[in-house]
């Protein structure tokens, strides 16, 4: 069982409630909450980064509108951590990975502050909930790897008799609850096909059907009195079709090459469609032969 990030994949989902550094009373003892779990299932030749990744985008995905504004900047007298610190107010919803290399979800309601004294590490002051999520990745069988999300058993906060929530625990431990059980991933990947097609016009003839009927995508450095003649062209939208063409007898051998993009789901499966290579090979084999 593999669990990230480096040595452990952390996911702290972390809501600030307001106020600054100044206000920060002492946090309140860890709360045991309820747990939740999530299940996925991915193509085992996706990587691991790559499906940490994945999760983190979902995750932002629905967490749109988010907000740093620049508020002011003052000097430091702080022999230990001298300089000019900017502070930003922050709001909304954001996924990222903080200082600590842990990966964070985070949501501010525009009264809390970030201090950037420190290059590189802006630090979060204010009110906060925050929860850590376990990402555990399995090799099944079936080619598949499993993905198991789950909050962690404790919710840490803040706490201060002079500034309320804005969010409840229960409104919290919700959202926690739906972004863990509706992520969604995609991870592209493709399938080369290749074929040789005896055509029933010369080469001459089927060079210069592509060359007119695809005259927006076609390229080639042959003319159409070369012995072989290669090139590429467009269909279907961006397909893109590579190709070889050369006398055979009275008619003509084409040898073609394309490559299928198609997604790897959360669900173990893929938007694959078994008819579409089918519907390209009779495409070329049409276009060739008008």
């Keep these: 069982m593999k ?31 309820t747990i939740y779990t999530a299940e996925y299932k991915v193509n085992s030749s996706v990587d691991d980064n790559s499906i940490i990744n994945s999760v983190i985008d979902s995750i932002n995905s629905t967490s749109p509108n988010y907000v740093r ?5 003052f000097s430091s007298n702080n022999s230990y951590n001298p300089g000019t610190t900017k502070v930003y107010v922050v709001k909304g919803w954001i996924t990222e990975v903080n200082k600590y290399d842990q990966i964070t979800i985070s949501y501010h309601d525009g009264k809390s502050f970030e201090d950037s004294r420190e290059p590189g590490s802006p630090s979060i002051h204010g009110f906060y909930k ?15 790897k499993k993905i198991e999300i789950s909050n ?44 040789t097609i005896t055509l029933k016009n010369d080469d001459v003839t089927a060079y210069a059907n592509i060359q007119r009927n695809f005259s927006d995508s076609f390229f080639s450095t042959n ?19 590579n190709f070889q063409i050369y ?21 173990g499966g893929s938007d694959f469609d078994e008819d579409y290579p089918t519907s390209i090979i009779n495409m070329i084999t049409k276009e060739f032969n008008k």
Aim: charged share 25%.
């Design 3 to 33: 669990s990230f990030l480096k040595a452990g994949v952390i996911f702290a989902i972390l809501y600030t409630l307001g106020g600054c550094s100044s206000l920060l009373k002492e946090r309140k003892p860890l709360e045991p909450v």
């Design 130 to 144: 925050t929860i850590n999520l376990n990402v555990n990745i399995t090799n099944e069988e079936k080619s598949l």
């Design 152 to 195: 962690s058993k404790f919710l840490l906060e803040s706490s201060d008799e002079n500034n309320e929530s804005s969010m409840s625990k229960e409104m919290f431990l919700d959202l926690v609850q739906f972004k863990i059980k509706n992520i969604k991933m995609q991870f592209p990947t493709q399938k080369t096909y290749t074929g």
């Design 223 to 241: 003319n159409k009195n070369d012995s072989e003649k290669s090139g590429e062209f467009k269909t279907n939208g961006n397909q893109k079709v």
């Design 247 to 267: 006398p055979y007898k009275k008619v003509s051998k084409l040898s073609y090459k394309f490559d299928y993009q198609y997604f790897y789901n959360e669900k």
């Design 69 to 73: 504004e620049y508020k002011s900047s």
